[in-house]
């Protein structure tokens, strides 16, 4: 028998024949139709999070995943660093390095690891940061048909300073043209939340603040 073909070559069990594969992991964004305001060629429908609080979560892991990365890639920076900042005189090594020199050489080592290991957390934090805020920030998120976007609200309160004799046909494009739809959109970018939502202004407005100094 060829040692190559397997011992059971009728066993169809499940144990067998059926191959397990991981759960997929969920989508962040789903698909939701297009705006009259976006742009044609990408297509009838745009990405969104289901709620502020997914891109909100959504936000803080990827921060959270680019500072552990930087910080990774810090630490071997800083080793090599100590280690040489540390490194014995050149005339001590010819002579053999004592006990006390070694122990001087380790507790110099953790004192500058110390010190870039915080220098670069600050750095990787402020990175991650720069890194998350602009696709985040236009990234977007499913809200309610009642709500106004920004470019909405400007919208009516010119067609309040209007003739009343333009309202009605400046309303119906509003509407969609067919006075059939409403002044709601199904989806908005994350910068147009910020200062109506508590999630969007807990991530956008400490963000802009720290960026602002």
Known sequence: MDASEPDNVDDYSPSSTVIKFDRPVPLLRGPLPAGPSDDPSAGPYVLAFRDSRAWASSFAACERKIVEQ????????????????????????????????????????????????????EKCVGFARDKCLVPFRDARIRVGKGFLSSRDAVKLIGWASMPESERSLKLMSLMGGGGGGDLGVTNCRASELLGFDNYVQCILGEQQHGTGN
């Open 70 to 121: 930087c910080e990774e890639g810090a630490r071997i920076g800083c080793a090599v660093s100590a280690s040489r900042k540390c490194k014995l005189p050149w005339w001590k090594s010819l002579a053999g390095p004592t006990l006390s020199d070694l122990k001087e050489r380790e507790q110099c080592e953790v004192r500058e690891m110390a010190d870039c290991e915080a220098a670069a957390k």
